[in-house]
C-alpha cells in the first residue's frame, strides 16, 4: 500500500470553487469500480488549507488517479489560482489501523 498526503493553501476566494472541483473528481472516484483506490480531502481549522490523502493498493490505482480528467482539470485550477501556500507532497507510512483498507 502507498499512501500521499497533500497540503496546500488557496487564496480565501478561491476556496468555494476548489471544494467544487475537489467534489467532483472525488465523485468519479467513487462511481469508478476500481476499489484500490480511497481519497480523502479536508479543510482545516484557517478554512483555505487543504490536506488530501490518497490510498493506492498499487501502482495502478495511482495511475487511476491521474488519469481521470475531473483530476487534472482540478489541478490545473488550483495550480493556476495564485496560491498561499504550494502544495507539499508526502509519502507516509501506515503503521497501524483499526480497520483494513482494501
Do not use: C
Amino acid at each position: 500500500m502507498k499512501t500521499i498526503k497533500v497540503t496546500y493553501t488557496v487564496k480565501p476566494d478561491f476556496v468555494s470553487q476548489n471544494k467544487k472541483n475537489v467534489a467532483a473528481f472525488i465523485s468519479d472516484l467513487a462511481n469508478n469500480s476500481d476499489r484500490s483506490l480511497r481519497y480523502m480531502a479536508f479543510l482545516g481549522k484557517d478554512g483555505k488549507t487543504f490536506t488530501h490523502l490518497a490510498l493506492y493498493e498499487n501502482d495502478e490505482a495511482q495511475k487511476t488517479l491521474f488519469d481521470l480528467p475531473s483530476f487534472k482539470f482540478f489541478q490545473k485550477q488550483r495550480d493556476e489560482s495564485g496560491l498561499e501556500v504550494s502544495p507539499l507532497i508526502e509519502e507516509i507510512n501506515l503503521v497501524a489501523a483499526s480497520f483494513n483498507f482494501f
